[in-house]
C-alpha cells in the first residue's frame, strides 16, 4: 500500500486561483473522498495529483518521494473519468488491457492480468463485447477494470458514477467500495455527490474557493463542521444566529441553547441538523412552532417549520401526524447542538434563514 501527500500545492489560472496552499495526506489503503462546488479546486487537486497539470508551487509525494515533476505516463496511477474515454473500435477485454500495452506487456501477459481485472468487476462474460453494446453501468465497470489491471499504486476516480441514473448508481457505489476495500490502494474520489463521499470515503477533504477547509473523517465532519460553508453544503443544516455565553451555551431568538462545543466570543451561529430536533418532551419545553410545509420522505418527514421569524427544516418519524398550519412544540436532542462561528459576510437575512440543501 502507498500513501500519497500534497504539501502546499499551488495553481493559478491566469486571476484565478484554483488551488491555495493545499497540504493533506492520502492514507495508505483508504478512500478520501474530496468534495466541493463547482470551481472549489477539487478537479485541478486530481490533475496534479495524476500529473496532468503541473502545479504553481508546493510537491506531490508518493510514499515520501517527490514525483511532482514526474510525467503522468510514468507515475503509474489509475485513472477513471467521468467520460469513461473507452475505445469503440476495441472490444472490453482489449479496452482493459490497453494500459497494459502502452506499457509494453506482452500479449499473454496483458490478457491474463486484464482477465482477472474483468473478474473483480464480475464482467469476464463481457470480454469479447464491443463498448457500444453495454450499459452505462457495464461501461463503467470496464473503465475501472483497465484502471486496476496493472496494480497502480494509487486509483484516481474522477466523478465515476456521474453519468449513471440514481438507482444504478446507489448499487455500484457499494461494488466500488468492496473492490477498494479488497486491493488495499490508496484511492482519491472526486466527487460533488455528498451522499456519495459520506458512503465511499474513509477520510472527507472539504474544499472552497482552492483551499482546503476541513479534513476529517466523513462522520466527524457531518456531526462538528468547521464553519457555516461546510454545514449547509455537507447536508441540510439550521443555522440560528446568536451571541455566545458562559463558554458552553449560545443566546437565540429560540432561547438559550446548551451547545456540544466551546461557542466562539461575540456573535456565532448554533447549528442543528434537521435530525438533531425533536418532539419536545414535555408539553411545556422547548419552542413552539408552526409548520409550514409537510414532505414525506418515506423514511423520515421532513417539516419547513416557522419559529421567531426564522424558518427550520426538522425531520421527524414518517408516521408523526401534522398538518400544514398546525402548531407543535419542538427541542434539540441533547448534545447535539453546535456552535460555529458567524462571520461578517454571513449576516444578511438570506443567510439567517436555514436551508435543506
Known sequence: MSTLTVDHLGKRYGAACALD???????????????????????????AIAGLVRPDAGLV?????DITGLPADRRGFGLVQQSYA??????????????????????????RRSR??????????LAARGIRQLSGGEQQRVAIARAIAYDPPILLLDEPLAALDAQLRSGLRAELRRLVTDLGVTTVLV?????????LGDQLAILRHGRLVQLGAPSAVYARPADAFVGRFLGAANLIPGTGVNG???????????????????????????EDLQVATAADGGF??????????GDRLRLQVGVAGLRLTVDLPNDYRIEPGES???????????AMPRLPDEESPDDQRTTAP
Open 248 to 274: 458552553h451555551a449560545v443566546d437565540t431568538a429560540l432561547g438559550r441553547l446548551l451547545v456540544a462545543n466551546p461557542p466562539p466570543i461575540g456573535a456565532c451561529w448554533a447549528m442543528l441538523r434537521p
Open 288 to 297: 413552539q412552532a408552526q409548520c409550514e410545509q409537510r414532505l414525506h420522505l
Open 61 to 65: 509525494r508518493l510514499d515520501g518521494t
Open 191 to 199: 466527487t460533488h455527490d455528498q451522499s456519495e463521499a459520506m458512503e
Open 86 to 111: 473507452l475505445f469503440p473500435h476495441l472490444d472490453v477485454l482489449a479496452n482493459a488491457a490497453f494500459g497494459l500495452r502502452c506499457r509494453g506487456v506482452a500479449r499473454p501477459e496483458r490478457e
Open 21 to 47: 496552499d493545499v497540504s493533506m495526506v492520502f492514507p495508505a489503503g483508504r478512500i478520501t473522498a474530496v468534495l466541493g462546488p463547482s470551481g472549489s479546486g477539487k478537479s485541478t487537486l486530481l490533475m
Open 116 to 125: 482477472i481485472a474483468l473478474d473483480r468487476l464480475g464482467i469476464t462474460h
Open 328 to 338: 407543535l412544540r419542538l427541542e434539540p436532542k441533547p448534545g447535539r447542538t453546535i
